[in-house]
C-alpha cells in the first residue's frame, strides 16, 4: 500500500510550522502507532481518528498502522491534526486520492461521530500555511469564516471526515450532517466611552493625548475618585485604526486564545486591564504543556491598563521590563521557545499611599512617611525608568465642574485626529527606518545625526543627567517625548520650550 501524506500546522507562539503527516500500513498485527513528539491530547487522537473513520462509513485494513508526525523534534500540541491524520489514514488504504491530499494542509479536530469541531489558533495557523507557499487549506465549518480573512488563499469548509474524503475523490454518497459551531461565549456590547466625559483635568488630558500621538507608557498618580481610571479607559478611543499588519496580528492573538474574531479583522486598538491578583504567566503567558499568550500580549496594538500598580506583586511587574525595552514577549521553555508580540502601551495607576489621601486637597493622609515610601517601593525603580510619561492627577473642585459645565472639554473624535496627524508627521519624518511612532525610536538615533538637537534646546535635560535627575535610559525618553510635542504642535523639531515640557511629564511626580 502506498505511504499517505498530507500536511498540518503546529503552533508555536503565533509562529506556525508546517508538519508533514504520513501513514503507512504494514504487515503485522492490527494496532495504531503515532509517533513524532505528540503530546498527550495528540496521543489520543489514535481513538478519535478510529471512532470517526468507523462512524463514517470507511472500513480500515486490520493491519498495523504508523503515523508520523515530521519534523520528529518539532513539539506538537493539540487536537488540529486529527483531519490530517485520518486523510493520510485513507489515502495509505487507498480510499482517497493521495496526490489530492498531499497539495492541501488540513486543520481540525475528529468528534467520533466523524464531525469536524472548530479550533482555536485557525488564523495563524492559515496564516503559516500561506506563508510556506500552500494555496488550498480544509479546515471545520465552524472555523470557515475566520480562515477566509487570510488573503490569497482558497479555503475549503467541510463539516465531517466524510464531506472531506468526498472532496478527495472518495466514492461514496454525501451524507448531510449539522455542523459544529464555535461556541463562543456572548461578548458584552462596546461601549464608546469619549474623552468629553473627563471634566476639570486638562492637563491631564493633554498627557494622555501626547501619550496616545507618540505610542509613550504613562503613570497617572492620584487619590481615589481623581479620574486615573476613566482616563485610562478612554485611550483606545484616541487610538488611530491598527493597520493592516497590526489588524492581523492582533486579530491572531484573539483567535490564538480562542475568542471570536468576526467576518473582519479587528481594526480597532485592543485594551487589556488584568487584575491586581494577576499571576506572571496570567500576565506574560506561560503553559507548562501549551504555551498561552497573556494579557500583555493581548494587549499588542492597544492598551495594557494596570490598575492599582502597587498591589500587583513585584516580581509580576518586573517581568514586563523586557517586553517594554524589545517590544517582543519570549516565553521559554525546556523544549520550546515562543514568541508573541508585546508592542502595546501600558499605563500604570496608582494611589499616592495606602489610605490614598497623601496630596490630596480635601482629605488629611493617615499612613506614616515610612508606609508611603514602602507602598509606591513595590514599583521598581528600572520599571518607572521605562515610563516615558508619569503625572499627578487631582480631583476636581466644585470651580472646576461648574466651569466644566460650560462645555467645550476635547472630544475623542477631535483627540483621534490631532493625534492621526500627529503620527503621520512621525511617520514621514521616519521614513525608510524601522520604525513608526516616536517611542519606538532609539536613543542613539536621536542623539545621532538623523535627529541631533542643538545645545541650547537640551540644555535643561543636560543639567538633569548631570545632576543625577535622570538617567541615560530617561534621557533618551524625554527626548522622544519632546519629538511627540513637536509633531502635536506642528514644528520640524522640539524646541527649548518642548525639551522643558517633555521633562516636566516625566518628573511631575517629584515636582
Request: aromatic share 4%; proline share 7%.
Amino acid at each position: 500500500m502506498p505511504v499517505g501524506r498530507t500536511q498540518a500546522v503546529a503552533l508555536l507562539g503565533l509562529q506556525g510550522a508546517i508538519v508533514e503527516i504520513e501513514a503507512d500500513y504494514s504487515s503485522q498485527l492490527p494496532k495504531f502507532i503515532l509517533i513524532g513528539l505528540p503530546d498527550a491530547a495528540l496521543g489520543e487522537a489514535r481513538d478519535r481518528v478510529l471512532a470517526a473513520a468507523a462512524n463514517s462509513g470507511f472500513e480500515l485494513p486490520s493491519r498495523r498502522l504508523t503515523v508520523n508526525l515530521s519534523p520528529a523534534a518539532l513539539p506538537k500540541q493539540g487536537s488540529g491534526f486529527d483531519l490530517g491524520i485520518a486523510l493520510a489514514t485513507l489515502a495509505a488504504a487507498g480510499v482517497v486520492r493521495a496526490e489530492s491530499i498531499a497539495r492541501a494542509v488540513h486543520l481540525g479536530e475528529l468528534g467520533l461521530d466523524g464531525r469536524l469541531r472548530p479550533i482555536a489558533g485557525i488564523l495563524p495557523a492559515v496564516s503559516a500555511a500561506a506563508g510556506a507557499g500552500f494555496d488550498i487549506v480544509m479546515v471545520p465549518t465552524g472555523n470557515a469564516a475566520e480562515a477566509e480573512l487570510v488573503p490569497g488563499i482558497r479555503v475549503v469548509a467541510v463539516a465531517s471526515l466524510r464531506e472531506a474524503a468526498i472532496w478527495h475523490g472518495a466514492e461514496f454518497e454525501p451524507i448531510d450532517v449539522e455542523p459544529i459551531l464555535p461556541a463562543h461565549p456572548e461578548e458584552p456590547a462596546h461601549e464608546e466611552l469619549d474623552l468629553a466625559d473627563v471634566i476639570g483635568n486638562g492637563d491631564a488630558v493633554e498627557a494622555l493625548v501626547v501619550a496616545a500621538a507618540g505610542g509613550h507608557h504613562a503613570f497617572l498618580l492620584g487619590p481615589p475618585g481623581s479620574g486615573k481610571t476613566m482616563l485610562a479607559a478612554r485611550l483606545p478611543g484616541i487610538l488611530p485604526d491598527l493597520d493592516a499588519a497590526a489588524a492581523l496580528e492582533v486579530s491572531s492573538i484573539r483567535s490564538l486564545c480562542g475568542l471570536p474574531v468576526g467576518q473582519s479583522l479587528i481594526t480597532r486598538p485592543p485594551l487589556e486591564s488584568p487584575h491586581h491578583t494577576a499571576t506572571a504567566a496570567a500576565l506574560i503567558g506561560g503553559g507548562s504543556k501549551q504555551i498561552r499568550p497573556g494579557a500583555a500580549a493581548r494587549a499588542s496594538g492597544g492598551v495594557l491598563f494596570l490598575d492599582e500598580a502597587p498591589e500587583f506583586n513585584s516580581s509580576v511587574l518586573d517581568a514586563l521590563r523586557q517586553p517594554l525595552e524589545s517590544g517582543v514577549i519570549s516565553i521559554h521553555r525546556a523544549n520550546a521557545v515562543a514568541h508573541f508580540p508585546g508592542r502595546f502601551q501600558l499605563i500604570l495607576a496608582a494611589n499616592p499611599c495606602p489610605c490614598g489621601q497623601y496630596g490630596a486637597r480635601d482629605s488629611e493622609c493617615t499612613c506614616t512617611p515610612t508606609a508611603r515610601r514602602r507602598y509606591l517601593g513595590r514599583l521598581s525603580g528600572p520599571l518607572l525608568d521605562r515610563i516615558d510619561i508619569q503625572f499627578r492627577v487631582q480631583r476636581i473642585t466644585s470651580a472646576q465642574l461648574k466651569l466644566a459645565s460650560d462645555g467645550g472639554q476635547l472630544t475623542s473624535a477631535v483627540a483621534r485626529e490631532r493625534v492621526a496627524i500627529a503620527r503621520a508627521r512621525a511617520a514621514e519624518r521616519l521614513d525608510g527606518t524601522p520604525w513608526n511612532v516616536n517611542s519606538q525610536v532609539p536613543g542613539f538615533w536621536l542623539r545621532g545625526p538623523h535627529a541631533r538637537l542643538g545645545s541650547v534646546v537640551t540644555a535643561t535635560i543636560d543639567r538633569a543627567l548631570e545632576r543625577g535627575g535622570i538617567t541615560m535610559r530617561g534621557y533618551d525618553r524625554v527626548l522622544r517625548v519632546g519629538w511627540t510635542l513637536a509633531d502635536l504642535e506642528g514644528t520640524d523639531s522640539p524646541t527649548a520650550d518642548h525639551i522643558g515640557r517633555a521633562l516636566y511629564l516625566r518628573k511631575a511626580l517629584s515636582s
